[in-house]
């Protein structure tokens, strides 16, 4: 994600070579059979859609008519819970806070996010990550872990409070249609550096998603939790997890990040976690690629295989998406996530923000890409939806 580019390099080089080794537009015509189920074809929405000031609503608008059915939203508890004490948040800025069960809590960016998507009917997957600095350990990292997991499953805890199904949002907004959050995805990437500093992270992060589970559940029994989302060798670190005695009880869902140099990656990296999950006696836990993608980065920006032109981006998120919906029921997916919407590219040593389909201009217009039209026309025809003269159209929401 946006936040935590820089320590995914060495990493990922390695599980690319290893994969490698194995190898708002107005409805204008009819629909057709779907061949995938709603909210199966989604997006990550991180970066200049969630900054402070940011509007979304031109963005959510524009993924709904690009056939984004799910939109998978960054949670970051920093964002909410910067401050320890009611006391240390600055007088000017309390209007903006309410009490959570002792913690300070401004919702009022995630507000806007799950309202928008909401109105739109996008089913919305968030990811809760990044520790504020009086909860991390060690304080002052965007990649440090929480020193108490309890403090993370509090916030967890306030979020399905907000926005489950007796959430206070949907009180607050009856003008909402209520599309209630009910899977929630705890942390992102623990099996990496970048994003959990501490090279002992599988049972500490299982504590966490043990806590966050029992908060989450205690104010919805209803509620599913989703593992984080494991990249590079993600087959090795889910059974890493397995290892660990009661392990498959603390989620329902599988996650996975599969960053690759060919499209048939895809299908390699996805069966050997379906084969983990075989061996483990979770054969009937669906699996979500949380994210997946291919950074137009090729001359821009030092990357490590996967980055391509924008012409070869359009091509592999057409071939990508087809070969997705053509394997998930062999291998039991409930969605996918391409990595990502919208992201500024200029100046970025990283090659991750060229991945999204449309580029925020240093002016703040926004340029869609190639792959944007490849996208749109892809999942619109996969949805049901007949595209016509490069006209999207988008059905009546399944």
């Known amino acids: 994600m946006a936040r935590a580019d820089a320590g995914r390099f060495a990493a990922l080089a390695l599980a690319v070579s290893v994969v490698f080794a194995i190898a708002a537009t107005p409805a204008v015509a009819a629909k057709q059979q779907s061949r995938v189920p709603f909210g199966f074809v989604g997006v990550v929405a991180d970066g200049p859609i969630a900054e402070p000031g940011a509007d979304p609503s031109a963005e959510l608008g524009a993924m709904v008519a690009s056939g984004v059915e799910s939109v998978r939203l960054v949670f970051h508890w920093s964002d909410a819970q910067p401050y320890r004490r009611l006391e240390d948040v600055p ?20 507000d ?23 909860a991390a350990k060690p304080p002052g990292g965007f990649a440090s872990p929480p020193s108490d997991p309890a403090d993370y499953a509090r916030f967890a805890r306030a979020l399905v409070d907000r926005y489950g199904p ?8 009856p003008d909402l249609p209520r599309r209630p959050i009910r899977t929630w995805q705890i942390w992102n990437e623990p ?11 599988v049972r500490p992060y299982l504590a966490l998603l043990g806590a966050a589970r029992r908060e989450i559940r ?13 990249a590079n060798l993600s087959w090795r670190s889910l059974a890493a997890v397995y290892r660990v005695p009661g392990a498959r009880r603390l989620f329902d869902e599988v ?68 070969l997705l919906a053509r394997i998930r029921r062999e291998l ?5 996530y391409w990595y990502t919407w ?51 159209t988008r059905c009546a929401r399944r």
């Open 166 to 173: 007796r959430g206070s949002l949907w009180a607050e907004r």
């Open 255 to 322: 996650a996975i990040h599969p960053y690759t140099r060919q499209v048939a990656g895809l299908r390699t990296i996805l069966r050997l976690v379906r084969g983990v999950m075989r061996r483990n006696g979770d054969a009937r836990k669906p699996i979500s690629v949380t994210e997946f993608g291919w950074p137009s980065a090729k001359g821009k920006a030092v990357g490590f295989g996967i980055e391509t032109s924008e012409r070869g981006q359009a091509d592999r998120v057409r071939r990508a998406l087809l």
């Open 332 to 336: 039991g997916i409930a969605g996918v």
């Open 218 to 230: 205690a104010v919805d029994p209803g509620a599913r939790t989703m593992l984080s989302g494991f």
């Open 112 to 134: 806007v996010l799950v309202a928008g998507a909401a109105s739109r009917g996008l089913r919305v997957l968030p990811v809760l990550t990044t520790a504020p600095g009086w």
């Open 191 to 201: 099996n990496l550096r970048a994003s959990w500093s501490e090279s002992d992270w």
């Open 342 to 392: 919208t992201a500024r590219e200029q100046g970025s040593e990283s090659i991750f923000p060229y991945s999204a389909l449309r580029r925020r201009e240093p002016s703040g217009t926004v340029t869609p890409k190639p792959a944007l039209r490849a996208f749109r026309t892809t999942a619109l025809k996969l949805e049901g939806c007949h595209v016509k003269a490069a006209v999207a």
């Open 91 to 110: 007088a000017a800025d309390r209007p903006r806070f309410r009490d959570t069960a002792g913690a300070p809590t401004d919702f009022s960016r995630f």
